[in-house]
Each structure stands twice: as C-alpha cells, then as structure tokens.
C-alpha cells in the first residue's frame, strides 16, 4: 500500500524565519501528491498540489516541487507569519491496489508554531 | 457556497448507545469519505464510497457503519460506541478524476467522547 513519511513535530520558528518540512512517499503508480493545512479548530483544507514530476504547487507563499527520483514532496516557505501557526499533512494520491481505485494517505501531520 | 457540513459538531454518549454522524456536500461529488484523527496518528480513513450505493472499508472500518442512499449525504454509524471511538471525526468529499489527481473538501469536524 501507499504510505508517507513525513518530518515529526512539532516545529516552533520565530516569524520570518525559513520552513522546510520534510515528505517522503512511496505510492504505486504515478501519484499526485497534496499538501493540506489544518488550523486550529478547523477541518483540513487543501494547501497546494503537484500533479507530475517537477512541477512546483505553490500558495500563500508555500512550495513544494514534485521530485519523482527523491519520492520526496517538502514544503517550504522563506519567510512565515504568526498566522501560519497550523497542522500541515503531506498526501499522496495513489493507485489502491486492492481497490483499484485512487486513495488519498495521509502523513501524520506536523504542528508548526510560528512566535512574534 | 460549497462546503460540506457535519453535524453535530460535538457528541457526548456513553458505550453502547448508537449513533450517527452526518455529512452532506453541496458541490455533487460522487466520491465522499470518512477519517478519523487522533494524536500521533494522523488521520485515518474509516470507509469511502465512489458513488450511490457503492461504499467500501478505509484502513479502520471496525465499528463502523456507512451508508450512501443520496449522492450528497453519507453518514456515519456507530451502532454499539466504545470507548476507543471517542476521536475527532471529519467528512470528505471529491469530484473523481481519473488520474487521481482530485482534491478532497473537508467538513469542519465532529468531536466525539464515549464514556
């Protein structure tokens, strides 16, 4: 099956300091692959996306470059905001083998808290 | 506005005493799921379902009953909670592209204690 491994939390980082979290993936076939964000108290909504290798998903000033030879997907940001205090979950979108159908798998989410 | 609600947003039961957790969208998506979220473990996918009628287990269906009558609704059924079912709950939904490259909407959570 498909599966994520992505940096553990959880990150604590002065405001406009530098981000990288870290994903890995291994997916069958040729995934796309998601970052989503989860704010305090809300549900998950997506971040950005990359649907091929070496396209680059950006949003809000977030990227994240698809590297097929790495199976890696890290999220970056030069320069984060207070207001980007969040769960971000790194996501594959796979072929299930035994479905057959395209599932979405989750890492387990890394907290980042951003200080003034 | 598109959105998919959830309702309640809190629950507290005790062991024994089913329930159901609905989840409607408004966008006509046919594939729709349910995760659950608990500390240090992400989030899990309990059961989905690609269109009417058609459903299928996640990774951690045990417990758990779905049913999809309407394309819009899919609730969730917990028919004998226990303890170890007290999570946070989100419902999803998707339109589905063949080269699996859709992205799902999430509702805003159910937050379920089982005493």
């Known amino acids: 099956g498909n599966s994520v491994t992505q940096m553990e939390g959880p990150v604590t980082l002065s405001e406009e300091a530098f981000l990288t979290i870290n994903c890995t993936y291994t997916a069958t076939g040729y995934p796309s692959l998601f970052w989503y964000v989860q704010y305090p108290g809300e549900g998950l909504q997506l971040l950005l996306k990359a649907t091929k290798a070496d396209d680059k998903g950006s949003n809000k000033g977030f990227e994240a470059t698809y590297r097929k030879e790495t199976t890696s997907f890290h999220l970056e940001k030069g320069s984060v905001q207070v207001s980007d205090s969040a769960v971000y979950f790194c996501?594959?979108?796979?072929?299930?083998?035994?479905?057959?159908?395209?599932?979405?798998?989750f890492g387990k989410g890394t907290k980042l808290s951003v200080i003034p | 506005e598109a959105q998919v609600t959830q309702n309640p947003r809190y629950l507290i039961t005790v062991t024994g005493k089913k329930l159901t957790v609905t989840c409607s969208q408004n966008?006509?998506?046919?594939?729709m799921s349910w995760y659950r979220q608990d500390p240090g473990l992400g989030l899990r996918q309990i059961y989905y379902s690609m269109n009417v009628e058609v459903t299928d287990k996640g990774d951690v269906p045990e417990g758990y009953k779905v049913s999809r009558k309407e394309k819009r609704n899919f609730p969730l059924i917990l028919e004998s909670p226990s303890p170890n079912q007290t999570s946070l709950y989100f419902c999803a939904s998707s339109l589905r592209r063949g080269q699996g490259s859709y992205e799902q909407y999430f509702g805003p959570g159910t937050r379920l204690t089982v005493t």
């Open positions: 996501a594959p979108s796979g072929r299930d083998s035994g479905a057959g159908s395209y599932q979405l798998t």
């Open positions: 966008m006509n998506h046919e594939y």
